[in-house]
């Protein structure tokens, strides 16, 4: 037999027992015996009314309900092992621009430099130079692109510091000293 089929017939065999304990057993008189012995079975009370036990009973008291979550305070998970982490925001890096500094190496970079910063006539008079005692074209014209941009970036510092001496003097004052000091 299946163990289902077990089962329901367990459970028929105590429904069938449990409803002869509730009903009481006739007294049978023995033939054998001149007095007649009646057996006594215990006797249930009557199983009271619903309404008479109602009023007993405590009344149902729903939870309150739960609070909304405050924005302001953190999630504190109830694992010990989940690390909850602010959010936060990632921006991406600017992507650095291409430039001739960036792209070139230092030797093509001063090439592409006096092709651009000195004429033809000024290249060929140029083109030859004494290792020990001259400079190079190529050398010059990075020298040139360097002094360039300290003064590029000399003239953005003192106009910052030229609006900011309204606001506050102190602040442009040491401006521009940081950016005048050799």
Aim: charged share 25%; no cysteine.
């Amino acid at each position: 037999m299946e163990t289902t089929a077990k089962l329901g017939l367990i459970l028929l065999a105590l429904t069938v027992i449990s409803r002869a304990e509730d009903t009481p057993a006739a007294a049978q008189p023995s033939s054998e015996s001149t007095s007649a012995a009646v057996i006594a079975v215990p006797v249930r009370p009557a199983v009271p009314e619903r309404a008479s036990l109602l009023p007993g009973l405590p009344t149902y008291a729903p939870p309150p309900p739960a609070a909304p979550k405050q924005l302001d305070q953190p999630n504190t998970p109830t694992d010990p092992d989940v690390l909850v982490l602010p959010k936060m925001t990632v921006k991406q890096k600017p992507r650095p621009r291409l430039n001739a500094d960036i792209v070139y190496a230092s030797k093509d970079l001063g090439n592409v430099l006096a092709k651009q910063k000195y004429t033809q006539l000024d290249q060929a008079l140029n083109k030859f130079t004494l290792p020990l005692f001259g400079q190079s074209l190529a050398e010059r014209a990075i020298e040139d692109h360097k002094r360039e941009k300290k003064q590029a970036l000399t003239d953005d510092v003192l106009n910052i510091s030229n609006a900011l001496k309204d606001a506050d003097p102190a602040e442009a004052k040491s401006l521009e000293k940081a950016i005048t000091m050799p």
